[in-house]
């Protein structure tokens, strides 16, 4: 078994870049998922960042989550939960435009914090893609512009604690699913571990890493990549030990952007493999990921061929 990838995006300059390259192309090929490291995001920018996030979890959200815990009766389950999650969450729109002013209960620190941290992670999600290109043998811009529609991509982030729990075999953190979107970038805790990935049917621990960005690939690159890159099944353990916090941001496509896969990458495949996927309106596509995110991934794109 290889290791999980970790990758140092400051050796993309310099006689190191062909082999950063080719550590990039092999993680999306064969992981869907890969951690950096010097990735240009300032360490005090997301210090920062975790201490708020830590703060306004306690203040705002922890006491909530009993709430809801005690009222669902969660704490005292016998048998596996199949239709809730273990954590505790909020959402934030950056693009096309923020929300953020309008989320309650957040400091003006936070709000102007994680609108920093938005934008650095909106220029690395961009400057990735680029080198998913270079690697796909796609022009420059390739994806951005696929991901582009009317008014631009969609980026946001879910900001999340998955609480220390007492049964976490019989409810997950987060239940297994494959993302829906393009690219996501996760900060995460850098202690209280539990997020898995599904390789050759094993669940393989992402490795808390202080400072690093972990980066995982959505359902609308394996569509554009006609299946080159897949988007892989993830899920979330809770832990007996420890809250655990995630900082997970979703860079899509606009909501009217069209998705297929790219006619340069199926020039080059035999007929068989050129109607695996279909051309979709992506809004089309998160209705029908609305009901069906933690199934199997294969309905939802037939139920889009129709
Ligand atoms: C998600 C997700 C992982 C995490 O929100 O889609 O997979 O560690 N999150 O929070
Ligand atoms: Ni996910």
């Not at 809770?238 to 998705?259: E, H, K």
């Not at 695996?276 to 939802?300: D, G």
């Amino acid at each position: 078994m290889m290791n999980f990838p970790i990758i140092s995006l400051e050796r993309l300059n310099g006689v190191e870049r062909k082999d950063t390259m080719a550590k990039i192309k092999d993680a999306c090929e064969n992981w869907g998922f890969f951690e950096l490291v010097n990735h240009g995001i300032p360490h005090d920018l997301m210090d920062t960042l975790e201490r708020l996030t830590k703060e306004h979890y306690r203040k705002c959200m922890e006491q909530r989550f009993k709430e809801l815990v005690s009222s669902k009766g969660l704490d005292a389950v016998q048998t596996e939960v199949k239709d809730m999650d273990w954590e505790s969450t909020f959402h934030v729109r950056h693009l096309p435009e923020s929300n953020i002013s309008e989320l309650p209960d957040l400091s003006d620190e936070y709000r102007k914090v994680m609108k920093e941290f938005s934008l650095r992670l909106e220029k690395l999600a961009e400057e990735l893609l680029d080198l998913l290109c270079e690697n796909l043998g796609l022009e420059k811009g390739y994806l951005k512009k696929a991901f582009y529609g009317s008014r631009g991509p969609t980026f946001g982030t879910k900001v999340a604690n998955y609480p220390q729990c007492p049964n976490p075999e019989l409810v997950k953190g987060l239940r297994a699913h494959t993302d829906a979107g393009g690219i996501i970038l996760l900060f995460q805790d850098d202690k209280v571990s539990g997020l898995q990935l599904l390789k050759d049917d094993e669940w393989i621990d992402v490795p808390p890493m202080r400072h690093s960005i972990v980066v995982n690939l959505g359902d609308q690159l394996e569509v554009i990549t006609n299946g080159k890159y897949k988007s892989v099944e993830h899920r979330v353990i809770a832990q007996t030990n420890g809250t655990r916090m995630s900082i997970a941001s979703f860079y899509n496509p606009g909501s009217d952007a069209v998705i297929y896969p790219a006619p340069e990458l199926l020039e080059k495949e035999t007929e068989e493999k050129t109607n695996v996927y279909p051309k979709f309106v992506f809004e089309e596509y998160m209705k029908i990921y609305a009901a069906l995110k933690f199934q199997a991934k294969e309905p939802r794109f037939e139920a889009l061929k129709a």
